[in-house]
């Protein structure tokens, strides 16, 4: 047999086993993912689904929450996790053992521990509380039956938990920034804000942003910060869009559920429109 038909011979059979090995994935994918989403859009088609949306004051005082939510946390965390992408950057003994604890939030269960930290937070048998009452004799606040105190604590476990993977994500950054330069710049006597400002910012500024705007993507699908530490309440004045559904799916409202997910689309589509257009530079 000539050298070619053999080539194109086992050309065809690579492309078909390529094949057959990417049809479990397709099927996943159109039994996990795109069924999902279509039979989501269908339920959310009437019209009158997001009248009684609308008509909804929750669901107003979910998007603001939304809203703030996606302001705060995610600036607070980026900005947190650059400069202590800067101080575990160090080679002391010490700053590798104390990173080693940084992480633990990150690593460890999300269910568990947003639980913990909630049932630190009862105001009757709680550990502040209790730690409050015998070193004041006072009552301690009651943490999560304030909408304000509620929706502050869902975002400092929010940052808590994914801070350590973005600092982790802003070292390798770092990282990559070659050491001569700095050496240079000690050199020419530059400062530490000097030597941020001019080498580690400009080689880290696409990260950064790129970074920023792929935390506000999953901060948008974020359920368990505020679901399982408020459950939305108290009267559910914590809900966010990412949480809403549950409260009418829990109505038996399902209709109503799926148009909560969708009005959230103009939100998400255009971070995935920035996110997919600075990843293909």
């Known amino acids: 047999m000539p050298a070619a038909a053999r080539s194109a011979r086992a050309l065809s059979?690579?492309?078909?086993?390529?094949?057959?090995?990417?049809?479990p994935y397709l099927?996943?994918?159109?039994?996990?993912?795109?069924?999902?989403?279509?039979?989501?859009?269908?339920?959310?088609?009437?019209?009158?689904?997001?009248?009684?949306?609308?008509?909804?004051?929750?669901?107003?005082?979910?998007?603001?929450?939304?809203?703030?939510?996606?302001?705060?946390?995610?600036?607070?965390?980026?900005?947190?996790?650059?400069?202590?992408?800067?101080?575990?950057?160090?080679?002391?003994?010490?700053?590798?053992?104390?990173?080693?604890?940084?992480?633990?939030?990150?690593?460890?269960?999300?269910?568990?521990?947003?639980?913990?930290?909630?049932?630190?937070?009862?105001?009757?048998?709680?550990?502040?509380?209790?730690?409050?009452?015998?070193?004041?004799?006072?009552?301690?606040?009651?943490?999560l039956n304030d909408p304000t105190l509620a929706l502050s604590f869902s975002m400092l476990m929010h940052i808590w938990k994914s801070l350590?993977?973005?600092?982790?994500?802003?070292?390798?950054?770092?990282?990559?920034?070659?050491?001569?330069?700095?050496?240079?710049?000690?050199?020419?006597?530059?400062?530490n804000w000097q030597k941020f400002r001019f080498i580690t910012w400009p080689a880290m500024r696409n990260l950064y942003v790129t970074s920023t705007i792929l935390s506000a993507i999953w901060t948008l699908g974020d359920f368990n910060s505020v679901y399982l530490l408020t459950g939305g309440g108290p009267a559910d004045l914590t809900h966010v869009l990412a949480t809403l559904g549950i409260r009418y799916l829990r109505l038996d409202q399902v209709d109503v559920a799926m148009a909560s997910i969708v009005v959230a689309l103009p939100l998400v589509l255009p971070l995935v429109y920035f996110m997919m257009k600075r990843l293909s530079k």
Do not use: C
């Open 13 to 23: 059979q690579y492309e078909l086993w390529g094949r057959l090995l990417v049809v």
């Open 164 to 191: 350590p993977f973005w600092t982790l994500i802003l070292i390798a950054g770092r990282l990559a920034i070659p050491g001569e330069q700095y050496e240079a710049a000690s050199v020419d006597g530059a400062s």
């Open 27 to 143: 099927l996943v994918f159109a039994v996990f993912v795109l069924y999902p989403v279509i039979y989501g859009l269908w339920l959310a088609r009437h019209p009158a689904s997001y009248t009684k949306l609308f008509d909804d004051p929750i669901f107003f005082r979910s998007a603001v929450n939304t809203l703030v939510f996606l302001f705060v946390a995610i600036n607070v965390k980026m900005m947190v996790a650059l400069v202590l992408s800067g101080f575990f950057i160090r080679t002391r003994w010490w700053i590798k053992a104390l990173s080693v604890l940084f992480i633990l939030p990150w690593a460890v269960p999300s269910i568990p521990t947003i639980l913990s930290v909630r049932f630190m937070l009862n105001p009757e048998w709680g550990v502040i509380n209790s730690l409050i009452f015998r070193m004041t004799g006072l009552d301690g606040p009651n943490w």
